[in-house]
């Protein structure tokens, strides 16, 4: 655009330095030359003005991109260190499913023998101490993906359109989640459509980061 602007320029120039050349001449009003040489420098003049107005408009426009840009690559950095810790939770999760599905199997029979209840032992006591651990650090795990989703979708509403939409829809369906549901829908034994789509959401939450940080990151050093 800016190229175009100074050929434009250097043409009207050259015209109406033709004629002033000539000015002698302007006075009858009549000679073709040089009233075609005011003519063409004063169409020359709008085009100088017209391509002036678009360059400006098109730098504000790039400016404004780069202003998105720019805060998006902000938005996605703040978000990249998630990338690890949502996998390696949901790593977790995946191979340690045994354990939580046969913990809630066990309360989920004791609760409903009420009349016994005193007669049932708590799961905990039952079994070994690498087990309970492991318990332990899928609760744990399972907190950690519901805070991360409590971020992502705050910053989703801090910046609209900043966040992508798959880590958007990763983090609202872990929020709606329950620990009880995870044999449903985190199965490494009996995978069902639930626990493929959740998984296949978590896969496509951490590739829109990583994808999202290098578009923005290129536009940015253009």
Known sequence: ??????????????????????????????NPRVLR???????????????????????????NALRT?????TVL???????????????????????????????????????AAGAIPDWQTLVSDVTRSELIKSRSAFDQLQTISRNVLMEAATYPSMVPKPLVDWATAT??????????????????PQSVHYAQLTGQAVGAITGGMISSAAFVAK
């Open 1 to 30: 655009m800016p190229t175009a602007l100074l050929i434009i320029s250097s043409i009207s120039a050259i015209f109406a330095c033709f004629a002033s050349l000539h000015k002698d001449r302007i006075k009858d009003g009549h």
């Open 37 to 63: 040489a005011i003519r063409i420098s004063a169409f020359a003049s709008c085009m100088v003005v017209a391509a002036a107005l678009l360059n400006q408009h098109y730098a504000r426009q790039q400016a």
């Open 69 to 73: 840009a720019q805060l998006r690559l």
């Open 77 to 115: 950095t703040s978000l990249s260190g998630y990338r690890v810790q949502i996998l390696d939770d949901f790593t977790w999760l995946l191979t340690h499913s045994l354990t939580t599905k046969n913990y809630l199997d066990y309360e989920t029979s004791r609760a409903l023998s009420i009349s």
């Open 175 to 192: 929020l709606a989640l329950e620990f009880s549901d995870l044999p449903r829908i985190i199965d490494s034994y009996h995978p069902t």
